[in-house]
């Protein structure tokens, strides 16, 4: 309407007129005689005042009728001036206190202020969150005139600080256990009631039926309810709506405000109608428990009608942020079971696999061991039948070659001297016979050189060493610090054998003139060394398959618990190492 103009010539504006309509609303006996314009005119310019702020401004009566709704109520409620005038404010809102009314006006009426967070509605049914400040306007000993009430919408500052907590506290609670189970049931925990009056979680595993893993509801007795519910119709993959329609598309379902009739629409019999209504399901909310691509499960969200509460599409963005994290908490967890059942199958197979190989082991060392008992076994043998043969040809076969030559001997000296061809006939004889016999001596000496066993082994190596240097020409040298070897017959022998292949290697391969043998006793073990000037032995032929005068040296010191060492150097030699144990025990 357009603005009248007033007598003293100045344009009436709608701040006016409320101005008026307050000052007739006044009660005629409270208005004191001595100043009824001085209130009219403050009331006046107080309206005006208010109708520029951008916060409700709501002037009620103690009645609770509204005086004055200034242009921030209008654009934050929805209802224009003349809609709301009149009205119960607290009935037009639909305002929820935190704490009884009438509590809030006594103290009012003993302060003549209040302020706290009310719940409210829109005129389009979305609520709202307001800090809310109450103020008593009164002449002096008079009955209340009026209350202010300002309201500061404050509703996405709450959502943010829900928010934050209940992402927080489910941060937590995600965190708090690596069990897909326990974090679910601790996030139904978080959700009631920061999110929810009831909260259900659904999971689907493959080839399984829709089961929910956890269950939270704000009233315990509704929670027998819902777990009624749940127990008499669970979802199932056939249902158009729902959970099963969620775990089949991936996509969120909402529902701002149910209805019996989406309710009818949606139960599958009379018996679930009657529970869902019982349950004064007003907002529900069905989000996918998805991450890498697959879903998981599903939450389920409602609020009844009995908290006030109704779900937005800022509550949905917030559900699904929640959901996702949840999922990816789950799906991080259901992995970290896997990998650890996969490295508990890995470590048993691990483990069997190693006790396979220690008792594949155990067997090839027991193999080994007797291997080299029956080794040590053939070379004592061997000596033993050398020995024997030695001792055989030396005594026997040389006892009757020398019997022979006697004879013979006896034969020339009685034969008669005219008969030349004869006696040139017993001289190729002798000849003969003093060469068998020399042969069966080196024979024998060879097998088992007597000087081992009845001189030791320091005398028989000179003795080898000699016998070398004057068949090979190759200059030898024998160091020892050595007065008597502290070695068993078996470890003599070992020792001689060695430096006997040892010899033979350097007359067939080194082109060596000088051959430099060192043998040295300690505590504990004894040292033989042969060095040589030839061509120095190469790694390929000390490791070759056909190197098998070096394999007997290594199997000899082995047999023996000791060390074999062999290196060349080009055009410098090939050193021979051989430490033996003194205390050694036959195994």
Request: overall charge negative.
């Amino acid at each position: 309407m357009p603005d009248d103009v007033n007598p003293t010539g100045r344009t009436t504006t709608q701040s006016d007129t409320e101005a008026a309509d307050l000052e007739q609303r006044e009660p005629e006996g409270q208005r004191t005689q001595a100043a009824p314009e001085n209130h009219t005119r403050v009331l006046r310019e107080q309206v005006r005042l208010l109708d520029l702020a951008h916060d409700a401004i709501i002037l009620r009566d103690p009645q609770d009728a509204i005086l004055s709704w200034n242009h921030g109520a209008e654009e934050l409620y929805g209802w224009t001036k003349d809609e709301a005038l009149g009205k119960c404010s607290h009935t037009l809102l639909h305002t929820q206190f935190p704490q009884p009314l009438e509590a809030i006006e006594a103290e009012v009426l003993r302060t003549g202020y209040w302020e706290g967070e009310l719940i409210q509605v829109r005129q389009d049914g979305a609520p709202l969150v307001v800090d809310s400040r109450w103020t008593m306007s009164q002449e002096e000993h008079t009955s209340p005139v009026a209350i202010m009430e300002i309201n500061s919408d404050i509703t996405i500052h709450k959502h943010v600080e829900r928010s934050r907590r209940l992402l927080a506290e489910a941060g937590q609670a995600l965190a708090a256990s690596l069990d897909p189970t326990t974090q679910l049931a601790s996030i139904a925990q978080v959700v009631v009631p920061l999110l929810a009056d009831w909260c259900v979680v659904y999971i689907a595993q493959e080839g399984q039926s829709i089961h929910p893993v956890a269950v939270a509801h704000a009233d315990p007795q509704k929670k027998a309810l819902a777990d009624d519910l749940r127990r008499r119709h669970p979802p199932t993959s056939d249902v158009p709506r729902g959970v099963a329609k969620v775990l089949r598309t991936g996509q969120p379902e909402f529902y701002p405000e149910t209805s019996d009739e989406l309710l009818a629409a949606i139960a599958r019999d009379a018996k679930e109608l009657e529970i869902a209504q019982s349950l004064g399901l007003k907002s529900v909310m069905i989000v996918p428990l998805a991450t890498r691509g697959h879903t998981l499960g599903a939450l389920t969200l409602v609020v009844s009608g009995e908290s006030g509460r109704q779900y937005t599409a800022d509550d949905l963005v917030l559900a699904e942020e929640l959901a996702q994290r949840a999922a990816l908490a789950v799906g991080n967890a259901q992995l970290y079971t896997q990998t650890k059942q996969l490295n508990a199958e890995l470590e048993e197979r691990v483990s069997q696999r190693t006790a396979e190989v220690l008792e594949a082991n155990a067997q090839l060392q027991a193999s080994q061991a007797q291997l080299l008992r029956l080794a040590h076994h053939e070379q004592t043998a061997r000596e033993e039948e050398r020995s024997r043969l030695a001792r055989e040809l030396h005594d026997e076969l040389g006892q009757n070659l020398t019997g022979l030559k006697m004879d013979l001997a006896w034969l020339q000296e009685h034969i008669d001297p005219t008969q030349k061809d004869l006696l040139q006939r017993f001289e190729a004889m002798f000849s003969l016979l003093d060469a068998t016999i020399r042969n069966v001596r080196r024979i024998a000496t060879e097998l088992r050189p007597g000087v081992l066993d009845d001189l030791g082994l320091l005398a028989a190596m000179e003795w080898l060493l000699q016998e070398f240097e004057k068949r090979t020409a190759i200059r030898c040298q024998l160091t020892s610090n050595v007065e008597k070897v502290a070695l068993d017959a078996d470890g003599t022998t070992v020792l001689f054998r060695i430096l006997q292949e040892a010899l033979t290697n350097v007359a067939r391969h080194a082109g060596a003139t000088q051959v430099e043998v060192s043998l040295d006793q300690g505590q504990d073990t004894i040292r033989l060394q042969v060095q040589d000037n030839g061509r120095g032995i190469l790694e390929s032929e000390v490791d070759g398959s056909k190197s098998y005068g070096l394999l007997g040296m290594r199997e000899r010191v082995q047999l023996r618990s000791g060390e074999f060492n062999i290196r060349g150097t080009p055009d410098q030699g090939t050193e021979v190492v051989i430490r033996l144990p003194l205390n050694h025990k036959d195994g």
